[in-house]
Nanobody, 115 residues
Framework: QVQLVESGGGLVQPGGSLRLSCAASGSIFRPHVMGWYRQAPGKQRELVAT???????NYKDSVKDRFTISRDNAKNTVYLQMNSLKPEDMAVYYCRLSGLGRNYWGQGTQVTVSS
């Protein structure tokens, strides 16, 4: 089993920044992909950004120039630096670890963008 614990969400004004963290523990396997997804009220969960265990990244087009995903393999932690936040970025952000046919999710962290 793999456990994922997110942190770093909160309330921020439009144009502000937040950094989300997701710490993985347990029987972590490789190769795998870690990623951030988000779900706004009444909407489907959507991919925000992913990073493979080798460091390859992928982003949703609308966040590509504002968000940066990174990872610290020694700490089994993935980060999402979010800059220039917009009201439409407001959602619950979930961390995911997937690979070898397995799929794990964190409990989610709320990001609220409001003045």
């Amino acid at each position: 089993q793999v456990q994922l614990v997110e942190s770093g969400g909160g309330l921020v004004q439009p144009g502000g920044s937040l950094r989300l963290s997701c710490a993985a523990s347990g029987s972590i396997f490789r190769p795998h992909v870690m990623g951030w997804y988000r779900q706004a009220p009444g909407k489907q969960r959507e991919l925000v950004a992913t990073i493979s265990s080798s460091g390859s990244t992928n982003y949703k087009d609308s966040v590509k120039d504002r968000f940066t995903i990174s990872r610290d393999n020694a700490k089994n932690t993935v980060y999402l630096q979010m800059n220039s936040l917009k009201p439409e970025d407001m959602a619950v952000y979930y961390c995911r670890l997937s690979g070898l046919g397995r799929n794990y999710w964190g409990q989610g962290t709320q990001v609220t963008v409001s003045s």
